[in-house]
């Protein structure tokens, strides 16, 4: 999963190259991604829903156990006003 960038300019000059041995999504890098992950998921959500439905749907989303226990039906339910 390793990647590295280095940009290289027409006048000779050259940026340092930069390696991640493990981008934000990865395993390792989980507790560090999820905030990312659920702040991006709360932008995005916003474009559709008011504030109040953006965080019941986040909320229930984060219970691992409510969200396996919540059936479509329900779920559509929370992201109604």
Known sequence: IANSLQIFFKDGEATEKIEVE???GH?????????LLVKKA???????????????????????????STTVEKFV???LP
């Open 42 to 68: 709360e932008e995005n959500l916003a474009a559709k829903f008011n504030a109040s439905q953006v965080k019941r749907i986040v909320d229930l989303c984060l219970d691992k156990m409510q969200i396996e």
């Open 22 to 24: 493990y981008p934000i």
């Open 77 to 79: 339910e929370a992201c």
């Open 27 to 35: 395993q390792r890098r989980r507790k560090e991604g999820l905030p």
